[in-house]
């Protein structure tokens, strides 16, 4: 089956600073990709969409400036937490539908973020 | 509102014992409707899903979930659990004819006696 892959799947960082994730599609092409945030024990939340050659679509509540979301090829989505604080520490998992979002969606591995 | 209720926190089943995970939704239509198992520290792998045709479908691992319109209900079942089973279950739907983006339940977490 398709495979969407996460890098890194843990990061430490500092308070203050940025940290950059990428999700790829590894066997096909998605013109979408989707970040979610998952907090320990609880649901996925979906952050924004991601759309190949345009901008990022965020949901309510998501700081667009925080969450920067560049989606540069049809592989390869990318999400930069900036100036990063302990309240950003979380579980970030990206996912990118085959064809149609109907259809099944791969989920990566997911992302542990640790912000000290 | 559009949503997805999963209104079991955590289940605790004996290995061999049958088991349902509970799923609702509330929408308005037909959602498409997953189910997806998430182990510790993995991924999520999707279980099944539901689009539409005969109501019952079968998934990986043993699984299969029932789609009652009458009650707006996805729930998921596997006659025997294993130990192996022991995860966190998350429905979600697909919801409004955009498709635009996929909803997830609060999750299920499954412990297995032994």
């Known amino acids: 089956g398709a495979v969407v892959s996460q890098h890194p799947s843990r990061v430490i960082c500092k308070s203050g600073t940025s940290v950059k994730i990428e999700c790829r599609s590894l066997d096909f092409q998605a013109t979408t990709m989707f970040w979610y945030r998952q907090f320990p024990k609880q649901s996925l939340m979906l952050m924004a969409t991601?759309?190949?050659?345009?901008?990022?679509?965020?949901e309510q509540g998501v700081e667009k400036d925080k969450f920067l979301i560049n989606h540069a090829s049809l592989t390869l989505s990318t999400l930069t937490v900036t100036s990063a604080h302990p309240e950003d520490s979380s579980f970030y998992i990206c996912s990118a539908p085959y064809s149609d979002l109907r259809e099944t969606q791969y989920f990566g591995p997911g992302t542990r973020l640790l912000v000290l | 509102a559009q949503s997805v209720t999963q209104p079991d926190i955590h289940i605790t089943v004996s290995e061999g014992a049958s088991l349902e995970l509970r799923c609702n939704y509330s929408?308005?239509?037909?959602?498409?409707l997953f189910w997806y198992v998430q182990s510790p520290g993995q991924g999520l792998q999707l279980l099944l899903k539901y689009f539409s045709g005969d109501t019952l479908v079968q998934g990986i691992k043993g699984f299969e979930a029932e789609f009652k319109r009458s009650q707006s209900s996805f729930n998921l079942r596997k006659p025997s659990v294993h130990w192996s089973d022991a995860a966190e279950y998350f429905c979600a739907a697909v919801l409004g004819s955009s498709a635009s983006k996929i909803i997830f339940g609060s999750g299920t977490r499954l412990s297995i006696r032994p």
């Open positions: 991601s759309n190949e050659g345009s901008k990022a679509t965020y």
């Open positions: 929408y308005g239509a037909t959602p498409y």
